[in-house]
């Protein structure tokens, strides 16, 4: 009788030696995972509602399309390909203690992690750039102050960090392999260093960008309601702001641990959402403009979504600006059927409608805004306007 035949199969090898007195779990360990899903999930949800509804408009109402919107729809597209790349990190184990994924999986995560962090600086690049330059056409558009340049400073700075950051991202180790499987020969950056810098440098640019508005805002000749509401939409942005704060602690930890499957799924947690906020940021501002298509649409239908005793969506005040500019002769021909208003001649030889009265109800910073946003005024037409009426007065 022929001896039996065993076959012995060895233990996974951990990918990190455990603490002491700990045993390596490969089976069911403990995991980020559910916490990754339900983050990644609301923020895809949330973040592709709100940038359809902004193209939609954009391109059905408006039909205009701005260098802010076309920066924030590439931020969206980067931004699913981030969260995509992360969510198949934490399927292979990522957000469980590195003594409980196998060396392999860890290989596997390091590389996908390597892509999900050039996705993550182009994405995070294309949001911030989209807000600014959505704050310059609100707010900036004809008076260059201090508060203009420093906006371009950051449209600049921000643009020039996230691609020197991608182009370390692509080139952190000779030779690239070397970024998912450390035991190759070969030379690296230091990466402790470029995690807290990044964290920093986001951080840092957060607290300005979210400063430039709100003190613009509060500059306004408008309500005190309006202020405010116009407050809580880039209001927004300060929960990303404390995320980038609360990633510095991360990073600082990342640095200081071995475990890095673990403490890095931890940050990415507020990475996810600190692009999804700026792209919330960004996206609001176009929302009311839809509500009144869609409550228009239903009232042409005789559904109506309002009160009777409320005003029609969208109306701002008694002030109602021509959305066409016309020639000076136009403009003399229709006076007399415009009584009370005033046709203001600009600088490129057109004209527009402003009331006396309406500017002294300080309804025109309020039209601005609205308009800017939309892009139905180029370089800040009603406040050209508004500065003409003063200057004559």
């Not at 030379?187 to 840092?204: E, G, M, P, Q, V």
Request: aromatic share 12%; glycine share 6%.
């Amino acid at each position: 009788m022929s001896p039996a035949t065993y076959t012995v199969t060895a233990p996974p090898h951990p990918a990190l030696t455990p603490p002491p007195g700990v045993v390596p779990n490969f089976q069911g360990p403990y995991t980020l995972k559910p916490y990754t899903d339900l983050t990644i999930a609301g923020g895809i949800v949330i973040t592709t509602c709100l940038v359809l509804t902004r193209m939609f408009v954009k391109a059905r109402i408006v039909r205009k399309f701005l260098w802010e919107d076309w920066t924030c729809f590439v931020g969206w597209l980067s931004y699913l390909a981030f969260v995509s790349l992360e969510w198949r990190t934490a399927v292979r184990g990522a957000g469980t203690h590195q003594w409980n994924l196998r060396f392999e999986d860890l290989q596997y995560n390091l590389w996908l992690s390597n892509y999900s962090d050039m996705c993550y600086c182009i994405s995070i690049a294309c949001v911030k750039l989209s807000i600014l330059l959505l704050i310059t056409r609100i707010f900036l558009s004809v008076n260059r102050d201090i508060f203009f340049w420093v906006t371009q400073l950051l449209i600049w700075v921000n643009s020039l960090f996230y691609a020197i950051a991608v182009f370390l991202a692509i080139f952190a180790c000779r030779p690239r392999k070397k970024i998912w499987n450390p035991d190759l020969p070969g030379h690296c950056l230091n990466s402790k260093s470029l995690y807290i810098t990044s964290a920093a440098f986001n951080t840092a640019s957060d607290i300005a960008m979210l400063s430039v508005p709100l003190y613009l805002i509060w500059s306004l000749q408008t309500s005190f309601r309006r202020k405010v509401g116009i407050s809580a939409v880039f209001g927004t942005g300060a929960f990303a702001c404390s995320c980038s704060l609360v990633r510095i602690y991360f990073e600082i930890k990342i640095t200081r641990s071995k475990d890095f499957s673990y403490v890095h799924m931890e940050t990415g947690l507020l990475g996810y959402a600190e692009v999804a906020c700026g792209l919330i940021c960004g996206s609001l501002p176009i929302l009311p403009l839809f509500w009144q298509h869609i409550s228009t649409s239903c009232r042409e239908k005789s559904i109506s979504l309002q009160p009777v005793n409320n005003r029609t969506p969208g109306q701002r005040s008694n002030y109602t600006p021509s959305k066409v500019t016309r020639t000076w002769d136009e403009a003399y021909d229709s006076r007399h059927k415009a009584p009370g208003k005033d046709w203001v001649k600009l600088e490129d030889g057109t004209v527009t409608k402003v009331s006396d009265s309406d500017l002294e109800q300080k309804t025109v910073d309020e039209l601005a805004v609205t308009d800017a946003i939309l892009g139905n005024v180029e370089n800040g037409v009603i406040s050209k306007a508004k500065q003409a009426i003063r200057h004559q007065s």
